[in-house]
């Protein structure tokens, strides 16, 4: 089972190099719970994609790695770098502890720790 929720983080996180959340989609459980740090609880499949094109028409460029990634049965621990860009900006990496909980071989809980105002210094320049 460990293998198999590696492999599902693994890709979700690649899916973000797309810019095209409809390829989110797939990994996310109907009723999924996200949760930024800072930033309210979004609640549903449908929810969080809307989230996420709006994240995409934003940034013209999202470069997402994972660092390290630990399993436990069905919980995924990862850092990663979300490399976000601004349109006539370079891409700031922004570094990121994401935990998700997996359920029915989807992402039920997803957790994004970051220092926003840091995230903030980092993109904006």
């Given at each position: 089972?460990?293998?198999?929720?590696d492999?599902?983080?693994?890709?979700?996180v690649?899916?973000?190099?797309?810019r095209?959340?409809?390829?989110?989609?797939?990994?996310?459980?109907?009723?999924?719970?996200?949760?930024?740090?800072?930033?309210?609880q979004?609640?549903?499949?449908e929810a969080?994609?809307?989230?996420w094109?709006?994240?995409?028409?934003?940034?013209?460029q999202?470069?997402?790695?994972?660092?390290?990634?630990?399993?436990?049965?069905?919980v995924?621990i990862?850092?990663?770098?979300?490399?976000?860009?601004?349109?006539?900006r370079?891409?700031?990496?922004?570094m990121?502890?994401?935990?998700?909980e997996?359920r029915?071989?989807?992402?039920?809980a997803?957790?994004?720790?970051?220092?926003?105002?840091?995230?903030?210094?980092?993109?904006?320049?």
């Amino acid at each position: 089972m460990s293998q198999s929720n590696d492999s599902l983080v693994r890709e979700f996180v690649e899916a973000f190099n797309t810019r095209d959340a409809e390829r989110l989609a797939p990994y996310l459980h109907p009723e999924i719970v996200f949760q930024a740090y800072g930033d309210k609880q979004v609640r549903g499949r449908e929810a969080v994609l809307q989230l996420w094109r709006g994240v995409f028409g934003t940034f013209a460029q999202v470069q997402f790695a994972t660092v390290h990634q630990a399993v436990d049965g069905d919980v995924v621990i990862a850092e990663q770098v979300h490399g976000l860009g601004l349109p006539g900006r370079p891409v700031a990496p922004v570094m990121n502890m994401a935990i998700y909980e997996i359920r029915d071989g989807k992402i039920a809980a997803w957790r994004d720790y970051t220092n926003p105002e840091y995230a903030s210094k980092l993109v904006s320049g």
